[in-house]
């Protein structure tokens, strides 16, 4: 072993429960994390899905899941819980599950897709 560190005294279902992100000289081990150059994206059990400074932690920007959607195929939508892997983000979109009705959780059925422009 290399390398060991006790990032929490764990829960419920255990310790880290998904996944951890890593760039080049940090590990982050939120909830569940997805990192790119300069940010990483993370989402809480209150359905916020947040992106923070890769460099100094500060808050980016975050937005709020726990809403209800228009849709593009007129199901009725709401957000909820993100509890579960990292959002994916490719070609300026952020796409992520929000929803999670177990063990007490926020339940939702949307797969939001988020852009830098607002499409």
Known sequence: MLWTEQLGRGGALGGIEWVMAADDTTVYVPQAATAIPGAVFSGTLGGLLRAHSSD?????????????????NGVKARGGTLNGAGPVIAGGMVLVGSGYGRFGQIPGNVLLCLSVDGR
Do not use: I
């Open 56 to 72: 100094d932690g500060r808050m980016l920007w975050e937005f709020d899941t726990v809403r209800d959607f228009e849709t593009v």
